[in-house]
């Protein structure tokens, strides 16, 4: 029992040397750092700074960056850093949002179609259909179509993303619904249902993850054009491309308007995108041999 136990690898060897490969990649580092402080500034900035971001003054309008209004105030004396702070809450919400369906219906969709090919044809086909739109003029369709909401906005980016992302697992699972080990449960007797869930999935997580990180990025910069344009949240609502849309009239007396949402907008996509290159070269297989 005990040659066993020191023969035999420990529980968790392998997840602690994914996360010390992670932590070693500059890439998933910086992109870390740099997510995980918009996260954190999303979380804990709007109690720390304790301004409503609606809260007008007129007589401390088009304020500078200074010591009292540290990212200046707008055309109607709004602070601008409790706006960028709420607006990092419902970006981030949004993009969460988007992931989460895509998460679910994109490993649906794209698991019907990897595993039963009847379906195959009849499901990629739609979202080849889909795909040929650009994705931002087609997520403003669906937002015109519905009318301008944060739901609204969820809505069309699920739309656009959720077939992107079954390719990607419809593209794992036809892979790995040829090996060995599935052909054995298969033999076995299993269900498809416990084929599927518990020996084909686990093993499509890691492109699965290194997507939904990309889609989180697109997710947030195409919500803040959906708002700049007015298909997204609502004006009263302070999201980055709210605040984009309101200073643009105001870029040469007040560039801060403009420059403050859309530098936290670049810090939180270059993140997020870092994040996922960083993802991908720990968890794909072939980079692994490639390093070592």
């Known amino acids: 029992m005990t040659d066993l136990a020191l023969t035999a690898p420990p529980r968790f060897a392998r997840t602690r040397a994914t996360l010390r490969r992670m932590l070693a990649n500059r890439s998933f580092a910086l992109g870390s750092l740099l997510f995980g402080f918009i996260c954190i500034a999303a979380l804990v900035g709007p109690l720390l700074v304790g301004i409503d971001p609606n809260a007008l003054s007129i007589r401390d309008r088009f ?9 200046g105030t707008d055309n109607l004396g709004r602070d601008m850093l409790s706006r960028v702070l709420y607006g990092a809450r419902l970006s981030l919400g949004i993009g969460f949002a988007v992931i989460v369906l895509n998460a679910v219906f994109g490993v649906l969709l794209g698991a019907l ?28 369709g669906i937002a ?11 809505v069309a980016l699920a739309v656009v993303y959720i077939p992107r992302t079954a390719r990607v697992v419809r593209a794992s699972i036809l892979v790995v ?23 084909i999935l686990p093993n499509c997580l890691a492109p699965l993850i290194v997507q939904l990180s990309f ?64 993802l991908r070269d720990v968890l794909d297989p072939r980079m692994k041999v490639e390093q070592g």
């Open 144 to 154: 015109a179509a519905l009318g301008p909401s944060a739901i609204t906005a969820i």
């Open 177 to 199: 619904r040829e090996l060995d080990y599935v052909q054995a449960a298969r033999a076995s007797g299993a269900t498809d249902a416990r084929i599927i869930t518990r020996h």
């Open 63 to 71: 304020q500078p960056p200074s010591w009292q209004f540290l990212l």
């Open 215 to 278: 889609v989180f990025a697109y997710a947030i910069l195409s919500e803040a054009v959906l708002s700049f344009l007015g298909l997204g949240s609502p004006p009263t609502v302070p999201s980055w491309g709210v605040l984009i849309s309101e200073g643009r009239a105001y870029m040469r007396e007040a560039a801060w308007l403009t420059m403050v949402p859309g530098v936290a907008i670049a810090i939180t996509v270059l993140g997020l995108n870092l994040l996922g290159d960083g």
């Open 113 to 140: 179609a990897g595993y039963y090919r009847r379906l195959d044809n009849i499901l990629m086909r739609v979202a080849d259909a889909l795909m040929a739109f650009p994705a931002v003029l087609l997520a403003i």
